[in-house]
């Protein structure tokens, strides 16, 4: 068996999971539980990588449930969103269906992004208790609460998330789409 393969854009470390390719950023992305010389020179220097080392990657990889084309779930990047602190402190930590209701949907001229990074899981439960009593690095928010969006990214698209009364509601939260010039226009 050879040391280091991958199959499937799986990186195998002696028959282990240890990360996975994004071949899009050209990157490997690997749990630090595998960092070695070994492995950093075979992804670097023999396959030409960047290198990502994020910590729960091969417990998400282990647990992960297969898409539908058989591949392991991914983990995405997570962004968080906060109410702009000069918002209506009315619109602050209360639930989807009342915030709805007063408001229309969350607008996300409203907020502002206090968190953006790879994260170790795509589990939304485990993040909230992450962004509540760890607050990982690069975190410049208050603790997550009602009211705060979490989106979970990757080259695919986006998913965001509204922290409600208990658990989560899945959001449309785009930025509209900018109106797009027809030619060249001239103000006289």
């Given at each position: 068996?050879?040391a280091?393969?991958i199959?499937?854009?799986r990186?195998?470390?002696y028959?282990?999971?240890?990360?996975?390719l994004d071949?899009?950023?050209?990157?490997?992305?690997v749990?630090p539980?595998?960092?070695?010389?070994?492995l950093?020179?075979?992804?670097?220097?023999?396959r030409?990588l960047?290198?990502?080392?994020?910590?729960g990657?091969?417990?998400?990889?282990?647990?992960?449930?297969?898409?539908?084309?058989?591949?392991?779930q991914?983990l995405?990047?997570?962004r968080?969103?906060?109410?702009?602190?000069d918002t209506?402190?009315?619109?602050?930590?209360?639930?989807?269906?009342d915030?709805?209701?007063?408001?229309?949907?969350?607008?996300?001229a409203?907020?502002q992004?206090?968190?953006?990074s790879?994260v170790?899981t795509n589990?939304?439960?485990?993040?909230?208790?992450k962004f509540n009593?760890?607050h990982l690095?690069?975190?410049r928010?208050?603790?997550?609460?009602m009211?705060d969006?979490?989106e979970l990214?990757?080259a695919?698209?986006?998913t965001?998330?509204?922290?409600?009364r208990?658990g989560?509601r899945?959001i449309?939260?785009?930025?509209?789409?900018?109106?797009?010039?027809q030619?060249?226009?001239?103000?006289m």
């Open positions: 068996m050879e280091i393969q199959k499937k854009n990186i195998l470390y028959g282990n999971t240890a990360g996975y071949a899009k950023r050209n990157t490997a992305i749990d539980m595998f960092e070695n010389d070994e950093k020179s075979y992804l670097s220097n023999v030409g960047d290198i990502q080392w994020i910590l990657t091969f417990d998400c990889l282990a647990v992960g449930t297969p898409d539908s084309d058989g591949n392991l991914v995405k990047k997570c968080v969103y906060q109410l702009t602190p209506n402190v009315i619109m602050k930590f209360i639930g989807y269906d915030f709805k209701k007063r408001f229309g949907e969350p607008d996300p409203s907020y992004v206090v968190y953006d790879e170790e589990d939304l439960e485990v993040l909230y208790t009593l760890e690095n690069g975190y928010g208050h603790s997550l609460s009211s969006v979490i990214y990757d695919s698209g986006s965001f998330h509204y922290v409600d208990f989560f899945e449309t939260f785009q930025e509209p789409e900018l109106e797009q010039m030619g060249p226009q001239m103000n």
